[in-house]
């Protein structure tokens, strides 16, 4: 069922009697307390899985629909600046499966880390990064995120706990493994969220990694972003089994909706509680994309139209969201039309912005190569001419 079932947290409160003929009323800000039900359960391995009633806010569902609203938009508008040769290279987009990141960062804080592979956009969004820097790092320029130099599959933010953007398949997991080991170590009592997708699930390095997670009871959770195709691979055809959550045998494991907002927003708090205790739990995020696997993928030669329109019309997280705004009268359908308008504004002035920005000056070439950059000389390809001499 798409949306969710609304009921307040104290049902013994009186009801609320709306005045008559309200002239007007602003979009709510209210911190009242709201239960909310997930629209599916939870499946658990090896665990006793977290209540289906989520706590949440009208504040939080409206800050909610605006950060969704606000990636899909960048997402599409990555779209066109790609196929007008503005962003080069690799471009993997996000759209579809913005309640994976936004229901993650609800749930925890930005003292925890966050790792993931190369369909990072909006994951940097939601750790608090700018769309002007996302864009300028989409374009290669200086005031990028990464200074330019990433582009779109290396987005960082260390100071909130950003730690990339990895390009090789499956290579964030060990590294997410090490955040969680300086974590424990420091007696931080902060967690890792470690992302992969159902492409690198049949990875070696992932299983090796859960080993000496498991063995030293480290602080992460291992996010499995099941969008269900691997590149141009449907999971059934590449993996013998496709219960992802449950692939970590002696490692626990919960099933999460992963287009349901509240429901990963459950799961990964009662992940964070579990891990700091018990160590490291597998998620596995059933969610979708609507793009192909990058911009040299059309996306529909191994999958048809109707079952992508199927997934936007049934299970869209952005409308599951507005659905719940507007069943429990937080705002109008007109204020969050309005609400998308400005989104559409902000996202234009930010590539305005970025586009503003200069591409990086060629002796940044070989910064951050070597460990010590100083009298380090650059030859052509002849091996005769210097090129370039590093102050």
């Not at 605006?66 to 990555?78: K, S």
């Not at 990058?294 to 992508?308: A, N, V």
Request: aromatic share 8%; glycine share 8%.
């Amino acid at each position: 069922m798409a949306a969710a079932i609304l009921r307040r947290l104290n049902p013994t409160a009186a009801p609320r009697v709306a005045p008559l003929l309200p002239l007007a009323r602003a979009v709510s800000d209210s911190t009242e307390p709201l239960a909310v039900e997930t629209s599916l359960p939870f499946f658990p391995h090896n665990i006793d899985p977290p209540s289906r009633t989520v706590s949440t806010t009208p504040a939080e569902l409206l800050a909610t629909f605006r950060t969704m609203a606000l990636m899909r938009r960048g997402e599409i508008a990555a779209d066109s600046l790609y196929k007008a040769k503005l962003i080069r290279g690799f471009c993997h987009l996000y759209d579809g499966q913005e309640a994976v990141a936004v229901g993650m960062e609800a749930a925890i804080t930005r003292r925890d880390a966050i790792i993931t592979a190369y369909r990072d956009h909006c994951l940097y969004l939601a750790r608090g990064g700018s769309l002007v820097a996302a864009f300028a790092e989409l374009m290669g320029r200086v005031d990028g995120c990464s200074r330019g130099k990433g582009g779109s599959m290396h987005f960082y933010k260390k100071d909130a706990g950003f730690f990339g953007g990895h390009g090789i398949v499956g290579a964030q997991v060990p590294l997410g493994c090490g955040l969680a080991f300086a974590q424990r170590y420091r007696k931080e009592g902060t967690v890792t969220f470690d992302l992969y997708g159902d492409g690198a699930a049949n990875q070696g390095q992932l299983y090796e990694a859960l080993n000496m997670a498991a063995l030293w009871k480290l602080p992460v959770i291992l996010v499995c972003e099941n969008n269900h195709y691997g590149m141009g691979t449907a999971e059934w055809r590449a993996s013998k089994s496709v219960a992802y959550y449950k692939r970590g045998d002696y490692v626990p494991g919960l099933k999460v909706d992963g287009m349901d907002f509240l429901a990963v927003k459950q799961a990964c708090k009662f992940a964070k509680e579990h891990v700091l205790e018990n160590g490291p739990i597998i998620l596995e995020m059933d969610t979708y994309r609507y793009h192909g696997h990058s911009m040299s993928d059309p996306g529909s030669t191994y999958r048809t139209r109707d079952e992508i329109a199927g997934i936007r019309q049934e299970r869209d997280p952005i409308e599951r969201v507005r659905k719940l705004i507007l069943a429990h009268d937080l705002a109008t359908a007109q204020e969050l039309k309005d609400m998308e308008k400005e989104i559409r504004k902000e996202v234009d002035t930010a590539i305005a912005k970025a586009k503003e920005s200069p591409m990086p000056d060629e002796s940044e070439l070989f910064k951050n190569v070597y460990v010590n950059d100083c009298g380090l000389e650059s030859f052509g390809v002849d091996r005769k001419v210097v090129r370039t001499v590093l102050p």
